[in-house]
Structure formats: C-alpha cells, structure tokens
C-alpha cells in the first residue's frame, strides 16, 4: 500500500531554515512527482509546489519562490523540502503527497508540524 | 493565485443530502477537468474523496459525488451520516501548472 512517511516535529527560530524529508513506499517512486501542502494552525490547505521525482523538475507557488527548495532522492525514494529565511508565519503542519501527472494529488503523509518562534 | 471560494460551513441531518460549492476562475476550474475534494477529520491528514471533477478513489463510499458547470464546481453528500462530519476542500490545476485549494467547508451533522 502507498505510504509517506515524514520526519518529526521540528522548533526553529525566525530567520532559520528547515528541512522536511518524505519518505515513500508501495510504488514506483520515480513514477510520480511530490507536492508539498501546509496548514496553518487552524486555517485552510495552501499549495507550496511539486516536484517531479522522475526529471526533478520543479514548480512552486509564487509567494515561496527564493525561501523554498525542493528535491527528490530517487536511490531511498524520499523527497525533501527545505524553507529557508522562517518567520512566525510559516508555523504550519507540512504535508507531502504523491502527485499524478501533475495534476492530482491523491496519497498524503502523515504531516510535520513546524513551529516558528523566538 | 486567489483562494477557490467555498461555503464556510454546511449542515444537515443524518440521511439528507447536502451540496458543497467552490468557485474558481477560467484559469482554474472552469478551464480543467482536474478538480479534486479531499475530507480531513481533526488532527488528520486529508483524504482524497473525489478526481477529475467527479471520479471516487477505490473505497470511497457513492455517497459522495462531484460535477462541475462553468467555473463552479460541487461535491454532493448523500445520506449523510456521522463519519461524514469533517472539513472539506476542493482543488484544481491552473493555467499556471500550479494548483490551488479552496477555502474549505466545515460539514455538520446535526
């Protein structure tokens, strides 16, 4: 069965960076691509991008462009994004998802709340 | 990339049907076939209910259902019941090959 799985929890400081990792399993990983998703506390589903685990091409939303990077390592089948320049604002549970084509985001990780305070 | 616009919250009694919108632009809903609902219950990660407007996932229930007329699309619940009750959102691919999700509905069960 289709399953991501994300890391911990994490607490940084404004202006830090983090790195979430996303690691699947039960299909061929290089089929899809990855889209990241967060969540505010208490607020609605915010798209941040995708990326392509079969070229490693990349789209993001326009808002992270320049903070966000995101990457796939096809040899352990985990995909990774990083946030950099944090501010309080960008506390969020992060969610990574399998991604068909594109254009349909189906299967969901677990979630990794990032937490943003001095 | 605006939010798609969805009723904040929609309510109904166990058994009746219940109608969710959201409401994007050309650029968005009105000009793919890729919109998608997906349910989240607290504290859990969402779950794709409908794709492609109106195809359920293998598991999900006929109960629920999904269309789409110009720049507006739908999710109907029918025969409501208690597990239902959760926040619901839509999504759709853009012109700019990005995606964008919906404000999100609250469903009740009264």
């Known amino acids: 069965q289709v399953q991501l799985v994300q890391s911990g929890a994490e607490v940084k400081k404004p202006g830090a960076s983090v790195k979430v990792s996303c690691k699947a399993s039960g299909y061929t990983f290089t089929s899809y691509g990855i889209s990241w998703v967060r969540q505010a506390p208490g607020q609605g589903l915010e798209w941040m991008g995708w990326i392509s685990a079969y070229n490693g091409n990349t789209n993001y939303a326009q808002k992270l462009q320049g903070r966000v990077t995101m990457t796939t390592d096809t040899s352990t089948s985990t995909a990774y994004m990083e946030l950099r320049s944090l501010r309080s604002d960008d506390t969020a549970v992060y969610y990574c998802?399998?991604?068909?084509?594109?254009?349909?985001?189906?299967?969901w990780g677990q979630g990794t709340l990032v937490t943003v305070s001095s | 990339q605006s939010a798609l616009t969805q009723p904040a919250s929609v309510s109904g009694s166990p058994g009746q049907s219940i109608t969710i919108s959201c409401t994007g632009t050309s650029s968005d809903v009105g000009g793919y076939n890729y919109v998608s609902w997906y349910q989240q219950h607290p504290g859990k990660a969402p779950k794709l209910m409908i794709y492609?407007?109106?195809n359920r996932p293998s598991g999900v229930p006929d109960r629920f259902s999904g269309s789409k007329s110009g720049n507006t699309a739908s999710l109907t619940i029918s025969g409501l019941q208690a597990e239902d009750e959760a926040d619901y959102y839509c999504s759709s691919y853009t012109s700019s090959s990005t995606y964008v999700f919906g404000t999100g509905t609250k469903v009740t069960v009264l």
């Open positions: 998802a399998r991604t068909v084509a594109g254009t349909i985001i189906d299967y």
């Open positions: 492609e407007v109106s």
